[in-house]
């Protein structure tokens, strides 16, 4: 069974940055998708950014311009770089890989970012 733990999270002004990381318990080449989704309370779970194989980036509106999602390939990590964070990017961030038709989750790492 494929393991993901998140890393990162914390308490951050506004205007300041965090750097989130998900450590795979398997090669990540193995893998389709390696995202990151939010869940802030009281909201549904929501996409926030994707990596693939060989295509670039995929960013929800919200965020493009302040986060970037990378890949190390030799740690079999990725992770998302958040700058100029916002008080409505307060939310628990999961990582997610997909490999076929299967999905997989981390547990979660709060972010919450002060105003």
């Known amino acids: 069974q494929v393991q993901l733990v998140e890393s990162g999270g914390g308490l951050v002004q506004a205007g300041g940055s965090l750097r989130l990381s998900c450590a795979a318990s398997?090669?990540?080449?193995?893998?389709?998708?390696m995202a990151w989704y939010r869940q802030a309370p009281g909201k549904q779970r929501e996409f926030v950014a994707h990596i693939t194989n060989g295509v670039s980036p995929i960013y929800t509106d919200s965020v493009k311009g302040r986060f970037t999602i990378s890949r190390d390939n030799a740690k079999n990590t990725w992770s998302l770089q958040m700058n100029n964070l916002k008080p409505e990017d307060t939310a628990v961030y999961y990582c997610?890989?997909?490999?076929?038709?299967?999905?997989?989750w981390g547990r979660g790492t709060q972010v919450t970012v002060s105003s």
């Open positions: 398997e090669n990540i080449f193995s893998f389709n998708v």
């Open positions: 997610n890989a997909r490999r076929s038709t299967d999905y997989y």
